[in-house]
């Protein structure tokens, strides 16, 4: 039966080598089930329920991953992307002041979207008329941006009226954990562990016990969504002023996916004259784990590219994915553990701190910086728009605001220096859609 449904004899690989793979992958990115709950928990943020949040992760993550592995067979994984749960949280929920249970319906709307445009085939026009300039710098804003946010939450930074942010209390106890737990991650991603920043988080969480800061409440305790599952509010995310962040979560979400699936394809050796086969089940798989975690009550659902260590441990097939769908289904039973990790702790000035998952904010933002490397920073017309992506995401707390420079600055510059015809018309549109919507909303 296994043979017939993944081709392992075709694929080269064996029972023994997927069930390896699989787990791999699965202790390479366990770390999003205290991370993502802890995030949209965040009461400057969504303020949702922790444990219903992190039941949600859960399910949509062995959702997304048994349909990548049954219908597209490819070993890639799925989880709420990090990143896309901070715009959820921090900008369209926090800064936007949505409603959480609207925000989940603009989730929904985009996987719905992801799904139309996956289906009729015209993301491959979109993706390749987005500048790679713009690709790159935006991953690399995200990056920022999430280490921004691990900062604050280790108390490693705080607001100061004078300077607007500075140096926090290094000397206070949740702050020491998390500058330890940051050394210790740090430590075990430079000498290649497996599961790093899994295995960092417990370490970090193990310091915290033992420090104080955060008590042990026990392991084990049956899963609840009940305060998140079928919340979502579609009909109320029709709206005008709802367009831009549907658009930036349909953004990210292709290129994580896309990025992705070329990634793990490469590493794996499925690419065919540069393109992957069954990229239109693939991306199907993304797009429907999306909508359906919405429904459960969680962000964005994509592509993992921590299942690269999952293809290097010997993963081949979508076999590797049904080990990994069923160690999250697992993990539902371990609220208790995640929630003791992942909830904030009051520090100092009464400001609400998340020391244990911090340090792995801040190693996931120095990871996806090395897309930075390479732009091309020679050419003016590349680097200034590049730069300018890179350094308002943070500045303005708000990737729409890099996005939107970077797409309006990029088009203009060209023009300027004589090569507007570099530009693919559809970029000179969502320019404009960009400054119209700063002028009308």
Not at 214 to 225: N, S
Not at 258 to 286: E, F, I, N
Not at 323 to 330: D, G, K, S
Not at 427 to 433: D, K, M, N, P, R
């Amino acid at each position: 039966m296994l043979e017939r449904l993944f081709k392992l004899s075709e694929n080269r690989t064996t029972v023994r080598a997927e069930v390896i793979g699989g787990a791999t992958t699965f202790m390479a990115m366990a770390y999003i089930i205290f991370v993502n709950p802890g995030m949209l928990s965040a009461p400057t943020g969504a303020g949702m329920d922790f444990r219903a949040v992190m039941a949600a992760t859960c399910i949509a993550s062995a959702l997304g991953t048994l349909l990548m592995g049954f219908l597209a067979r490819y070993p890639i994984a799925l989880a709420p992307g990090m990143g896309l749960n901070a715009y959820f949280s921090f900008i369209i929920c926090g800064k936007m002041g949505v409603p959480w249970e609207i925000a989940l319906g603009i989730v929904f709307i985009s996987g719905v979207v992801f799904t139309i445009l996956a289906v009729v085939r015209v993301r491959e026009m979109i993706l390749s008329a987005i500048p790679m300039t713009l690709k790159l710098a935006t991953a690399g804003g995200i990056g920022l941006f999430i280490a921004f946010i691990g900062m604050h939450d280790g108390g490693i930074i705080k607001a100061d009226p004078a300077t607007f942010v500075t140096l926090g209390d290094l000397g206070s106890q949740p702050t020491l954990v998390a500058l330890l737990g940051l050394v210790v991650t740090g430590g075990l991603m430079a000498a290649r562990v497996r599961g790093a920043l899994f295995w960092g988080i417990l370490a970090t969480g193990v310091v915290g016990i033992v420090a104080g800061i955060t008590e042990f409440t026990g392991i084990v305790a049956m899963p609840d969504m009940s305060p998140t599952f079928l919340k979502m509010r579609p009909l109320a995310a029709l709206r005008a002023e709802y367009i831009a962040p549907i658009f930036v979560l349909l953004f990210f979400d292709m290129f994580d996916t896309v990025g992705t699936l070329v990634g793990v394809g490469t590493q794996a050796g499925y690419m065919r004259d540069g393109k992957l086969p069954r990229a239109t089940q693939a991306l199907l798989s993304d797009s429907v784990a999306t909508m359906a975690g919405a429904v459960a009550g969680t962000s964005t659902t994509t592509s993992f590219i921590e299942s690269i260590a999952g293809v290097s441990s010997g993963a081949r097939t979508g076999l590797a994915n049904v080990v990994t769908a069923a160690l999250f289904l697992v993990a539902l039973f371990f609220s208790p553990l995640a929630e003791m990790f992942g909830v904030g702790i009051q520090g100092s000035g009464g400001v609400l701190l998340h020391p244990i998952t911090a340090p792995a904010l801040i190693i996931v933002g120095c990871l996806m910086m090395k897309s930075v490397a390479r732009i091309d920073w020679d050419d003016l017309s590349e680097a200034i728009p590049a730069f300018l992506t890179l350094i308002v995401m943070p500045f303005t707390y708000s990737i729409s605001h890099g996005l939107a420079i970077g797409f309006t600055s990029y088009p203009m510059l060209k023009l300027l220096s004589g090569r507007g015809r570099e530009v693919h018309w559809l970029v000179y549109v969502l320019a404009g859609l960009f400054v119209l919507r700063y002028i009308f909303l």
